[in-house]
């Protein structure tokens, strides 16, 4: 039917046209940081010199996100594997409320956590001076994400039988908790792993509050140059940003497609 | 070891850090907010200063401008993607849902990139009408950097909300003799209800408390984390910006949680 056709094109051009509007801008700044001159555009020809210039001036915030990024993944696993299996085997309502707190950094606003965190830890001047205080921001910003992609995995397998089977065969607490429970929960530890990573790498509201001089991240050398830097060289800073979390978001997007192939499975 | 000792030794190390770097500080962050000169009638100021309402009812309006276009955007194109099948569409989904994982700076990026002095539709608009349009740091291009975060994730609720409505009630209206519009109007929309609620609240929370992009965009527009930021950095207004963070915190806690218990368990679930 025509008018059907015609509902179907404006439909399509009308989504072809949001996602323009969120993948040109993208486009743009990477094509923009290996240009020679933006302003003439690619005829000025290709470089890489604005990606050399980066890397000069921001290679120390790049090792710094991935350092942070890292100490988050190890304390957010240390501490929220442990926690989710507490929280589930535990349930009622204490678990409940306790969740709901852990969850409250999703719905405040960074910005407030981190004139918290700096009103708290401002005497403590060793601290606050070094990037352990921006570790702590993010741990607390992307532990809900950890808590609750472990939990969700908890609910999914029955832990519970799995608990009790092998405590019936005489095994510890521990040696349950290590054993039975860490293997099946993979993956949600590895799925709020991909979040935790991916949220840090990025993680701007807080870091700028948190940062000093010596212990700037990506995303607040990223605010640095849109501020002072010509744009090639702000652009070839945000490709290198691309980059590293461009394979992070395919791996959650592959893992959440066998997630669902192995949900229909079953 | 007995079983219950063991899971308190589990929650432990989760006690103490969200003890110590988030419940203690927000409760200094209350106590702060009533310490100054003002004491407690800080917490009014928000409401009583011309100058911090007026920016308040700029951030409030601009959240729900963000959250309206947002939602209307992404029914459109969410719908569209669920219901049909064509060559591509998984990548146009991806597309859609990429930029979810920008920090806000990036997406102020994005905004200079398409409305800056040397962006994209300056470059058209220069061609076109031979008049350069740049507006990235005015409260349009704020409002177009709120739309380029909040769109993917309203998109995505949509989008899983349409493929749980149930088909056959529709099925049931065209036989009654209901003609596509009447169908949306009167049994798609109403359904999507709880999907709209849920990503809307996410939508505004988000737009209210957005610090990255203003803080790239905004360096003449007066929104509510720029206030709170320059009262704190540049001021030293210490207890003032304690107040209105608190507040803004407050907002947000209370959005989300209003859309949850309308919506169910599909913000726990987005969120």
Same mark, same amino acid.
């Given at each position: ?31 923009a ?25 921001y290679a ?33 309502? %204490? ?11 999703l719905?405040?606003p ?7 965190l ?15 205080f ?17 939990? &969700? ?5 029955d ?13 510890s ?5 290590l ?7 993979r ?19 807080l870091?700028?509050?948190l940062?000093?001089?010596?212990t ?8 640095d ?14 490709l ?7 394979p992070?978001?395919i791996?959650?997007? %592959? ?12 | ?11 432990l190390p ?5 003890l ?5 500080p ?8 009533g310490?100054?000169?003002?004491g407690?009638?800080?917490?009014a ?57 920008f ?17 994209l ?7 076109v009408f ?5 507006? &990235? ?12 975060f909040?769109?993917?994730r ?16 529709e099925e ?19 359904a ?43 001021s ?20 989300l ?10 913000v726990?679930?987005?969120?």
């Amino acid at each position: 039917m025509m008018r059907d056709r015609l509902i179907f094109a404006g439909q399509l051009l009308f989504t072809l046209l949001v996602a323009a509007f969120l993948i040109v801008p993208a486009a743009l700044s990477m094509l923009a940081g290996v240009t020679a001159n933006y302003f003439r555009g690619i005829s000025s020809g290709f470089t890489l010199q604005w990606i050399v210039q980066v890397w000069d001036l921001y290679a120390d915030t790049i090792g710094r996100s991935f350092l942070i990024a890292g100490a988050t993944l190890v304390v957010t696993l240390f501490i929220g594997i442990p926690a989710a299996y507490a929280l589930h085997v535990r349930g009622g309502r %204490m678990a409940r409320a306790i969740e709901e707190i852990i969850t409250l950094p999703l719905a405040i606003p960074g910005l407030a956590i981190a004139l918290a965190l700096l009103l708290t830890y401002n005497g403590f001047s060793d601290f606050r001076r070094s990037w352990l205080f921006i570790l702590a921001g993010h741990v607390v910003f992307t532990l809900p994400f950890m808590v609750r992609s472990v939990m &969700a995995i908890f609910s999914a397998i029955d832990v519970k039988t799995l608990d009790e089977s092998a405590s019936s065969l005489g095994a510890s607490p521990l040696r349950r908790f290590l054993d039975v429970i860490v293997p099946n929960a993979r993956p949600g530890i590895l799925a709020g792993s991909l979040m935790v990573v991916t949220l840090s790498l990025g993680e701007f509201n807080l870091t700028w509050m948190l940062h000093t001089p010596l212990t700037k991240t990506l995303p607040v050398g990223l605010a640095d140059s849109y501020a002072s830097m010509r744009l090639e060289v702000a652009s070839a800073y945000t490709l290198v940003f691309f980059v590293m979390i461009i394979p992070l978001l395919i791996a959650m997007q %592959m893992f959440a497609s066998w997630g669902e192939a192995g949900g229909a499975r079953k | 070891m007995r079983l219950k000792t063991f899971v308190w030794l589990c929650l432990l190390p989760l006690t103490l850090v969200v003890l110590a770097f988030f419940v203690l500080p927000m409760v200094r962050l209350m106590l702060v907010g009533g310490s100054g000169p003002q004491g407690l009638a800080a917490y009014a100021t928000i409401l009583t200063e011309p100058r911090y309402r007026a920016t308040l009812i700029n951030t409030v309006v601009l959240a729900a401008a963000t959250t309206i276009v947002s939602l209307v955007v992404a029914t459109i194109a969410g719908l569209f993607l669920q219901r049909t099948r064509f060559p591509g569409r998984s990548v146009l989904v991806a597309m859609l849902t990429f930029p979810l994982a920008f920090p806000g700076v990036v997406v102020g990026f994005m905004i200079i990139l398409l409305a800056g002095r040397q962006g994209l539709i300056g470059d058209l608009t220069l061609r076109v009408f031979g008049d350069k349009l740049v507006f &990235a740091y005015t409260i349009q291009g704020l409002f177009l950097g709120y739309l380029y975060f909040s769109i993917p994730r309203v998109i995505l609720t949509i989008m899983a909300a349409v493929e749980k409505l149930d088909p056959s009630l529709e099925e049931a209206a065209r036989a009654l003799g209901a003609g596509p519009w009447a169908v949306h109007r009167d049994v798609i929309l109403p359904a999507l209800g709880p999907a709209f609620v849920a990503s809307g609240a996410i939508a505004f929370a988000t737009a209210m408390g957005a610090f990255g992009t203003a803080f790239t965009l905004a360096t003449n527009i007066d929104v509510l984390p720029m206030l709170i930021y320059t009262e704190f950095t540049l001021s030293a207004n210490i207890a003032i910006a304690a107040a209105l963070s608190v507040g803004l915190g407050l907002v947000a806690w209370a959005v989300l949680a209003l859309a949850r218990s309308f919506g169910g368990g599909s913000v726990a679930a987005a969120g």
